[in-house]
């Protein structure tokens, strides 16, 4: 066998040439069809150099072709081309490589070469990432904290509407607050809400330290999250919350980083990820939480609640607005939580604005992150629109911490956004002499009849929450503006392009295509003109449903193809398309199908390259998945990642609450066959719309 750590030799004493063996995996963060692409281009640049590869592809339908200990045991090294974290653990030893996604396919000749010469990865290290032009991998850091997000997410959402739905039904306002009565059936809902809250702050800690340290960094990081989110620890009434969170779990990733490199003896090393350095990582960082960093912490806020006491006579509108700026920042966290502490203090005291003040204030973050997710859609994720409509509920009943996962995602845009909003509802508030009888906000409050002065409550919680969200979607446009890409990972290092599907006629008019024109199409299986008009003995499709041939479990059928394509840019090819979507009935509302398409164009290109494009979204214009396919001669300019024009154009629309695993499926689907070159070469060739449906049903 060859050595790891070198390429084989070229050739034997009896003339026999030893191939050279390569392993590659590719990977977007929600991707499928990026993730095939780059698979194919890998193994067919290997294949023409006589290498033997062999791809893992990772893609939302999870790990495929995977990886087995034999593999990576003979492997001369390892290509991994992707744009989420991927365990390297496993190829200790061995050559690696690390790119994006975009350089699997754009470079794979140059990957093949300079995976022959790269790094040794070592156990608890990372290898030399050399990714190009467009192919920029995003830093450690970002990947941590992403990764931390996406982990903390549904706990946040379980926990925060769980507590909401408690209160809602069970609350009722007290001068304590609002209360659920003991040993009721909704108090107990609340304490499993509860859990889920209290669970929220280490494990975003844990998994940013996990992305870092790998298992090892995974219990110090959790403890420590768990330290800094308890202030009791460290004699303080509030902990440090999810931003000691994030600080926890960078501490806790690059100590266990750090100890890793310590050299010690070999009979030591197989205890060192499981027992050694777990406890050394943990205790180190809890007792430097505690006593290092705690302390301060414990100090500061402190000395801030008789800071805000001394303000008590001044403005109104000066002190809503800081109560506003301190409840806004960290939503939950110690500087929240002093200012919530020192307005619900003062209601035992017969004042009352100060209450007032931060109960308009606290649901100004969920309610505007939320708000912002349906402004602006194509800024966001679709786990964080989904994300988005959770909090805007968690908001109307003053659970301020379901803005926590948009902040810790992007707090340089977010928590600026969440000050000013928070700033300008307490202002508001304080101006209008809102009170608040009991410690709690929100528009719940108000509801039950804790606040005085409900008109102005609600007009002060109006204008903070669009003041948030307008200048959330500024600053995170920026932002992308500058990056050159939509945060939902429009381009290639992104998300899969979502689904869409529209009709227009043949002058460019949009409508539905009548029954008759549909049956019409179904007719060219047995013999028809690419007009859509029945040819001389065709047989309908009512006369012969069994006979006629269909791909991808039936969504695309003769009525969803199209030999030649007349338009001749992008825009107009979406429009001819959806056409042919329309033909099926499927399509509830051509004008939005079509819009939603354009819409993921705007965000990036659905051009793969190889001629390909597969434009598609999900929306509920469509009632049903459908696939549509059309071919252009001439090609058509779809920015690919390759420059090629777009000759074999999909479509693939599918509803809302159909597309989960379908959208996946379907581009799984499509991706695998189209990266064949003979299967491409076979649709291109096909003479007529029968013949090119002949082909497509290999598909299903």
């Known amino acids: 066998m060859t050595s790891p750590a070198g390429p084989p030799p070229t050739g034997s004493g009896d ?56 593999d990576v045991r003979a492997a001369d090294g390892v290509i991994v081309a992707a744009d989420k974290d991927v365990d390297l653990s496993r190829f200790a030893g061995k050559r690696v490589l690390t790119v994006g996604v975009a350089e699997g396919i754009r470079h794979p000749e140059q990957l093949i070469e ?63 607050g609002l209360v659920i009565p003991e040993d009721s059936f909704w108090m107990d809902v609340n304490n499993i809400g509860v859990i889920g809250f209290t669970l929220m702050v280490p494990i975003l800690s844990g998994y940013i330290a996990y992305a870092i340290g790998d298992r090892p960094a ?10 800094a989110n308890t202030g009791e620890l460290y004699d303080s009434k509030a902990g440090a919350g999810f931003i000691g969170a994030i600080v926890t779990g960078f501490l806790a990733g690059y100590l266990v980083l750090w100890i890793k490199k310590v050299k010690v003896p070999k009979f030591v090393r197989p205890i060192m990820p499981i027992i050694v350095i777990p406890i050394v990582a943990t205790s180190a960082l809890g007792l430097f939480f505690i006593y290092a960093i705690g302390k301060p912490i414990s100090w500061v806020f402190e000395h801030l609640t008789s800071w805000l006491s001394g303000m008590t006579g001044t403005s109104a509108v000066l002190l809503g607005a800081i109560l506003g700026l301190m409840i806004a920042f960290d939503m939950g966290g110690p500087v929240n939580k002093t200012a919530f502490l020192f307005g619900a203090g003062l209601i035992a005291t017969g004042n009352q604005t100060v209450m007032g003040m931060c109960a308009a204030a606290i649901p100004v973050m969920p309610l505007g992150q939320g708000l912002a997710t349906l402004i602006r859609k194509r800024l966001y994720t679709e786990q964080e ?19 926590i996962p948009f902040a810790a995602a992007r707090p340089a845009q977010v928590i600026p956004a969440n000050m000013l909003g928070g700033a300008v509802a307490g202002a508001i508030a304080g101006l209008a002499g809102v009170e608040d009888a009991v ?4 528009p719940i409050v108000a509801v039950l009849g804790a606040v005085s002065g409900v008109p102005m409550f609600f007009v002060a919680v109006a204008i903070g929450t669009a003041v948030t969200a307008l200048t959330t979607v500024a600053l995170v446009d920026i932002v992308e503006r500058k990056r050159g890409t939509s945060v939902d990972g429009a381009g290639l290092s992104g998300p899969e392009p979502l689904l869409v599907g529209a009709g227009v006629g043949a002058g460019g008019a949009i409508g539905v295509v009548p029954p008759q024109t549909a049956r019409a199409s179904a007719a060219l299986v047995k013999g028809g ?12 499709e009512a006369e012969s449903p069994a006979t006629t041939p269909e791909a991808l479990s039936g969504h695309l059928t003769a009525q969803t193809v199209k030999v030649r394509l007349d338009a001749a840019d992008k825009e107009a090819a979406i429009r001819e398309m959806a056409a042919l979507l329309a033909r099926t009935g499927r399509v509830a509302d051509v004008d939005e199908l079509v819009a939603t398409a354009l819409r993921r164009e705007a965000q990036g290109t659905t051009g793969l390259g190889e001629e390909i494009a597969i434009p598609h979204a999900k929306t509920d214009a469509v009632t049903a998945p459908v696939v549509g396919f059309a071919r252009s001669d001439e090609g058509i300019e779809w920015g690919s990642l390759d420059g090629t024009k777009a000759r074999l154009v999909f479509m693939i629309a599918v509803p809302e609450a159909a597309a989960g695993d379908e959208h996946l499926r379907i581009l799984a689907l499509l991706s695998r066959k189209l990266m064949n070159a003979g299967f491409r070469e076979r649709l291109m060739a096909a003479p007529d719309e029968a013949a090119v449906l002949g082909v497509l049903s290999e598909i299903q």
């Open 15 to 70: 003339g026999e040439h030893k191939r050279l063996k390569l392993l590659a995996v590719t990977a977007c963060p929600t991707g499928i069809a990026h993730t095939y692409m780059a698979a194919e281009k890998l193994a067919q640049a290997a294949a023409s150099r006589g290498i033997d590869m062999k791809v893992e592809t990772q893609g939302s339908i999870g790990a495929e072709n995977v990886l087995d200990d034999n």
């Open 114 to 176: 300079r995976v022959q010469s790269a790094p040794v990865h070592r156990e608890g290290g990372s290898p030399t990432a050399a990714p190009a032009a467009g192919g920029k991998e995003r830093s450690v850091g970002y990947k941590a904290l992403m990764n931390g997000v996406s982990y903390m997410i549904p706990f946040v959402v379980v926990g925060g509407l769980l507590i909401a739905v408690s209160l809602a039904i069970g609350g009722h306002t007290t001068p304590d």
């Open 218 to 227: 995974l219990v110090p990081g959790m403890i420590g999250g768990w330290i």
């Open 385 to 403: 629109r989904e994300t988005g409509l959770a909090s805007l509920f968690m908001g109307c009943f003053g659970i301020s911490e379901g803005a």
């Open 439 to 442: 410690p709690h906000g929100g």
């Open 529 to 540: 003109s690419s007009n859509g008009a029945p040819a001389e003995g065709a047989t309908s």
